[in-house]
């Protein structure tokens, strides 16, 4: 009885963000990561534009530390988006995770307290990343872009080359053994590839040798629940590789 009560729990934990919209108690605003058939301008940067900072150890030849590109990041004036953020969002989890999640770019929400995935997005993230049987705590969690787009407009091209180096970076330090991309950014800035995610979505990819798992970002679900289907799918894939049925 007892291994019948355990399996229904479980079933019950894996369904939870399917089922619930996440936004119980939030306004729904349109937000950003539509699924557009049409690529976005890949993330390239102008000839004109001056060279991203590069993102050095402090010690030639050492391994470099995530507060080490932190403090590369600086009080960043890299880009624009410098002018109207709150907070930096750098990142947020486990250094060692063996499992990062990269998003778009940072919310009202996660403008306002400087922690990626914490808004109604950051919530359904929060219980996929538990129907996976991972913790929040276990994983790492960053964005493509650093500092919140105005009105929650998908970032720039030059942005995003702008920030990309500290991505970059920061999975260079990590090494996890696998990566998602949520949404359309992340997965073509991490791919350089313009395809758009609804075909790119649920087939592993591989980036600098780390399998990649392009999947529908959080907020796009949100909008589409009937989406969900096919995330869980894409995330299921990624479990196996953890030997996690
Ligand atoms: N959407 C993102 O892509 N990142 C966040 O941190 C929050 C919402």
């Not at 950014?185 to 592993?204: E, K, V, Y």
């Not at 970002?217 to 869980?232: G, N, Q, T």
Request: aromatic content about 6%; hydrophobic content about 35%; proline content about 10%.
């Amino acid at each position: 009885m007892s291994e019948l009560q355990d399996l229904a729990l479980e079933l019950r934990r894996q369904l939870a963000w399917q089922e619930s919209d996440g936004t119980r108690g939030l306004l729904r605003s349109p937000g950003p990561a539509q699924p557009a058939e049409k690529a976005p301008a890949p993330a390239r940067r102008p000839e004109s534009a001056p060279a991203p900072a590069p993102v050095s150890d402090a010690t030639p030849g050492a391994e470099q530390t995530l507060e080490q590109v932190r403090a590369e990041l600086g009080a960043c004036t890299r880009c624009k988006l410098c002018k109207a953020r709150k907070n930096i969002v750098f990142g947020v989890g486990n250094p060692r995770a063996e499992l990062v999640f990269v998003g778009e770019g940072p919310g009202e929400e996660e403008d306002r307290q400087g922690v990626p995935f914490v808004g109604a997005a950051g919530q359904l993230l929060t219980k996929m990343i538990e129907a996976m049987k991972f913790s929040r705590d276990s994983v790492y969690i960053c964005n493509v872009v650093k500092c919140r787009p105005p009105g929650n407009r998908n970032p720039e091209p030059e942005e995003i080359a702008a920030c990309e180096p500290f991505l970059k970076a920061q999975l260079g330090v990590i090494k996890p053994k696998v990566i998602v991309a949520l949404g359309k950014f992340a997965s073509q800035t991490l791919l350089r590839d313009t395809t758009p995610i609804t075909r790119m979505r649920g087939q592993w990819r591989s980036y600098e040798g780390i399998p990649l798992m392009p999947t529908f970002h959080p907020a796009y679900l949100l909008r589409s629940p009937d989406e969900k289907k096919k995330a869980w799918l894409d995330l299921q894939e990624v479990m196996k590789k953890f030997g996690k049925k």
